[in-house]
């Protein structure tokens, strides 16, 4: 029996699938936290495996040697130095289950499988596992402690279990990806509400880090029994806090620590892009990347957002000129590189155009021009970039915003080419939020320039796609102030064209938005990735059919 434990929360990145290197980070950080004086260590959910895994775990063989790893990991505390808390994947009795274990004297001590299996939004975990018992606490050092895993925490029946079968504290592992204002939400609408509703303090981890489409910011916490915050983490970085937790009088409670500023907003949007990319171009061995930079606001952040994700050294901006491409543009992209500090070479592009007038005049003889020769234009850039790819490794970057996206304004195989798009899930208005903040600011993660790093004149010139003479973005969509409130309606909140319109949208314009969103679900399944900021991502969260006929309207 203690009155006294020191805990060590280790809020780590993960990489999927790399067993033994998840395995070895976790080992350092246990000789860390054995040089803090801590009893125990606590990792993120499945941090053992990387989370989330897919169907990855659907492999016998990646439960086998997680299993062995496990049990490797177990040796290692027969030292005497801390205990550990290792998320990992589990079978019992032919059934798959996401766990959590004690490895303790050398060891597996204890199990406990999640109860509560999330089926919503990005999570389908209850195809790949099957849900555990109610868990009863573990016992450490003479403590009872409940250990809920992420969503066993959103329902009110597995604290309120744990607490009635003599827990003292618990301390929850999490994979909760990132989405706009969810730390405020976990915090006061989940921890703190379980803490005051079974009187027990509740130390809150989350992983950090990128994984293809989700990321993972991190800002652990801890809160005491009677709701207030006492360890605020940081976001975005690793980090790992020893905690000194003191058996009172009224129960366990966790001493005072540092409270870590996190990041507003914008700044957390902008975080969650860099960090995404930059562990989705590492973890996959990229060079660096390669960009068509046009003069405007999407390639201009996206060179930014790389240059903070990976140093502006692995940043390559291409500038490809039409006939249509003004000096302005060449002047804006050509200082907006020497801002962040990247390549920057030109290749224009109306030789191909010439060429391809060419061999498509037979055939087009007897057609006015339309919009298809300025996809052609667009389709021979993605052409030049994908060639320059492959030529030299670089991964080519996708510029196209979410309002785009949502209406189709954007080239399949043309502007729509790429690997990964960093603003797929930012709203136009989004990205002139972050590009004015990034002009001011430099993230806490950045590895790009300190100052500024596009010309005003970016930001403020009206957006084009310059595919034909004095061609502007709102010849064809109303102003993206207009276009993104309705497209907010349409897609975050499932809103029909009769609500839109009793909200002052005029109702042809939501009309039109509507039917230009449905039948470019298309195109959108062909998309490059791109990193979830938002409750209704394109793919992930918001899984229409491309062939349907129902109309809201």
């Not at 994979?175 to 989940?190: A, F, H, M, N, Q």
């Not at 009224?250 to 969650?272: F, N, V």
């Not at 990976?310 to 200082?335: F, I, K, N």
């Not at 492959?390 to 729509?416: C, H, Q, R, W």
Request: charged share 25%; aromatic share 6%; hydrophobic share 40%.
């Amino acid at each position: 029996m203690t009155d006294r434990l020191v805990i060590t929360l280790a809020q780590l990145n993960q990489s999927v699938g790399d067993i033994a290197g998840n395995s070895a980070a976790m080992i350092a950080a246990r000789e860390r936290a054995r040089a803090a004086g801590a009893d125990l260590i606590v990792f993120p959910e499945m941090q053992l495996i990387g989370y989330p895994p897919e169907d990855l775990v659907l492999k016998p063989a990646l439960i086998e040697r997680a299993a062995a790893e496990l049990e490797g990991l177990a040796t290692v505390t027969a030292d005497g130095g801390p205990a550990m808390l290792v998320g990992s994947v589990f079978v019992r009795d032919g059934n798959l289950h996401n766990g959590i274990a004690l490895l303790d004297q050398g060891k597996v001590a204890a199990v406990r499988f999640k109860h509560e299996l999330p089926n919503y939004g990005t999570f389908d975990e209850m195809r790949l596992f099957q849900p555990g018992p109610l868990p009863e606490p573990i016992v450490f050092k003479g403590t009872m402690i409940g250990l809920p895993i992420c969503e066993d925490i959103w329902h009110p029946d597995v604290c309120r279990h744990l607490a009635d079968f003599g827990a003292e504290l618990l301390i929850c592992i999490n994979g909760s990806p990132y989405e706009i204002d969810k730390d405020t939400l976990r915090i006061d609408g989940v921890a703190k509400r379980r803490a005051v509703d079974t009187a027990l303090p509740l130390a809150y981890l989350n992983r950090v880090g990128g994984q293809d489409e989700l990321v993972f910011d991190g800002a652990s916490f801890v809160v005491n029994g009677d709701g207030s915050l006492a360890v605020q983490m940081t976001d975005w970085e690793e980090q790992e806090v020893t905690t000194t937790w003191t058996k009172t009088a009224k129960g366990w409670r966790c001493d005072k620590g540092k409270i870590e500023p996190l990041a507003d907003h914008p700044e957390d949007i902008y975080c969650a892009m860099v960090l995404a990319l930059r562990d989705y171009v590492n973890r996959n061995r990229f060079p660096g990347v390669v960009l068509g930079l046009s003069g405007g606001i999407d390639s201009a952040i996206c060179a930014a957002i790389a240059a903070d994700a990976l140093g502006p050294e692995r940043v390559w901006c291409v500038m490809l000129p039409s006939r249509y491409t003004g000096q302005l543009s060449l002047d804006l992209a050509t200082e907006c590189a020497r801002m962040i500090g990247c390549r920057y070479d030109t290749i224009p592009i109306t030789p191909a155009v010439e060429a391809f007038d060419t061999m498509l005049a037979g055939s087009f003889s007897d057609v006015e021009v339309d919009i298809t020769e300025e996809n052609v234009q667009s389709r021979i850039r993605g052409v030049t970039l994908m060639a320059l790819s492959n030529k030299f490794g670089p991964m080519l970057l996708t510029t196209g915003n979410k309002s785009e996206m949502s209406v189709g304004y954007a080239t399949i195989y043309g502007d729509m080419a790429g690997g990964y798009n960093p603003l797929k899930d930012a709203y136009k208005m989004t990205v002139f939020a972050i590009a004015n903040w990034r002009n001011t600011h430099k993230p806490k993660i950045g590895l790009g320039p300190d100052g500024p790093v596009m010309p005003e004149g970016i930001i403020t010139r009206p957006p084009s796609a310059e595919l034909r003479p004095d061609q502007k973005d709102e010849d064809s969509l109303p102003p993206y102030k207009v276009l993104d409130g309705i497209l907010l309606g349409l897609v975050e909140h499932e809103k029909s064209v009769a609500q839109l319109v009793a909200e002052g949208f005029d109702k042809d314009t939501v009309v039109r938005i509507e039917r230009l969103l449905n039948i470019a679900e298309y195109k959108r399944r062909q998309a490059p990735p791109g990193v979830k900021l938002g409750t209704r991502n394109f793919g992930r969260d918001r899984r229409y059919p491309i062939t349907h006929a129902f109309r809201s309207a």
